[in-house]
Every structure is written in C-alpha cells, then in structure tokens.
C-alpha cells in the first residue's frame, strides 16, 4: 500500500516567514511523529500524535514551531517567523500504534535565507 | 535520558563482502526495542532490522542480522553478501516501551559499498 507522504519536497523561505509542512501517514496508522534532521543536531524528536492528541511536544524546539493533526490522519508543523537555524531536513513518521515500528516519509527539505 | 552511540562515523566494504556496524546505548530501563535504520541518497528513512529487548535470539532480516548484547549494552548490525544497494546511512536507534514512543538515533554510519 502507499507509504507515509509529505510535502512539500523541498521549501525554500525568507528569514521571518511561516512555512507548513504537511504529513499524510499510512492508512490506519493511529501514531504520527515528527523528527528533525540536521547537520549540527543529527535526527532530534520533535512531537508525536496518538490519534489527534500529542501526548509529548517535548522535542518542539520553541514556540514557534506547532503542530496537529486533524481527523487522526494528515498532520501539519507550522513553524512561524523561520529562523536560519531552522533549516533541515523534517521526517514524519507513521505506526500502527505507540510503541510498533515506525515507517518514514521522505521528508521535507526546509531552506531559510 | 537514552543515549545512542555510533562510534564508526564511516566505512567502507567490498561488494560480497561481509560489514559489521557498531552500536552502543546507556538506558536505565529493562523493556525496549532497538533498530537500525537505512537512509539512502534519496533521504527515505528504511526499516533495516528490529530487536525487542526481552528476545534473546537475534533478529534476522536476509542479509542483515544483529548481535544483541544486553548486558554490555551493544547491538551491532552485520550485513552479509554485500551489494552496491547497501549504500546508505545507517541509523540505530533506541525506544523505550514505556509512555514514551520517541526515537533516540545515534549519529549514523556512512557506508560504502565498492567493486
């Protein structure tokens, strides 16, 4: 069946603006989580979903970064007046339920100038 | 807090050739899964291998198996019968089986895969 989707592929934004990235999980995965992958952090836990609930935000870098998820499907990170450091590559993940194997997406790309 | 250590940031192996990657990780917990990840060129993140904590036999995927070893904390990846295709970023990760369902990753090991 299709795997985990996100888009956009790649984003390029100025310094200040907001930027959504969008995540459609596998069909029937109740869990959803959010992973970031840079150069100078590695892959950093953002938040996770369990149905349309986030039970952990702890890895949300600031407040300038938010999440949800709607309908226990497709979820959107916002991430409000972008900063230079925010540039990364963003990973969702879909599973079946907590704790069951995590599938990936193909990320988003997120450039800020 | 997890930690997840790879201390191999490259390698490389002949094709057909057999490759063992490092892994080691500090928890205070008893129940947790560990895997390896495999991100290609194309950024994909890819299910390699998984290990639940409690099973003492090493899990096995084709070519790819694991050495866990619990007590000293390690869990290694070997990839047998190399192939180009197995070229990639590899990831281990660690999962607590409590609340929290979070990925710790280590820093990954570049391979490369030669003729």
């Known amino acids: 069946g299709a795997g985990v989707s996100q888009s956009p592929s790649n984003k390029v934004t100025e310094k200040g603006k907001d930027v959504e990235l969008r995540c459609d999980p596998i069909?029937?995965?109740?869990?959803l989580y959010w992973y970031r992958q840079s150069l100078g952090q590695g892959l950093e836990f953002l938040i996770y979903f369990q149905g349309n609930s986030a039970p952990d935000k702890s890895g949300l870098p600031s407040d300038r970064f938010s999440a949800e998820r709607t309908g226990g499907s497709v979820s959107t990170l916002t991430i409000q007046r972008t900063q230079q450091e925010d540039s990364a590559v963003y990973l969702c993940a879909s599973s079946l339920a907590i704790r069951e194997t995590q599938y990936f997406g193909p990320g988003t790309r997120l450039l800020v100038l | 807090a997890q930690t997840v250590t790879q201390s191999q940031p490259e390698m490389s192996v002949q094709e057909a050739e057999t490759v063992t990657l490092s892994c080691t990780y500090d928890?205070?917990?008893?129940?947790?899964?560990l895997f390896w990840y495999k991100q290609p060129p194309s950024r994909q993140m890819i299910l390699v291998i998984r290990?639940?904590?409690?099973?003492?036999q090493n899990a096995t995927e084709n070519r790819f198996s694991v050495n866990f070893q619990k007590a000293a904390k390690s869990f290694s990846l070997k990839i047998s019968d190399s192939q180009l295709g197995d070229t990639a970023m590899y990831f281990c990760?660690?999962?607590?089986?409590?609340?929290?369902?979070?990925?710790?990753f280590g820093t990954g090991t570049r391979l490369q895969v030669t003729l």
């Open positions: 928890t205070s917990e008893s129940n947790y899964y």
């Open positions: 990760a660690f999962m607590w089986s409590g609340t929290a369902s979070k990925l710790t």
């Open positions: 290990q639940e904590a409690y099973k003492q």
């Open positions: 069909s029937g995965h109740t869990a």
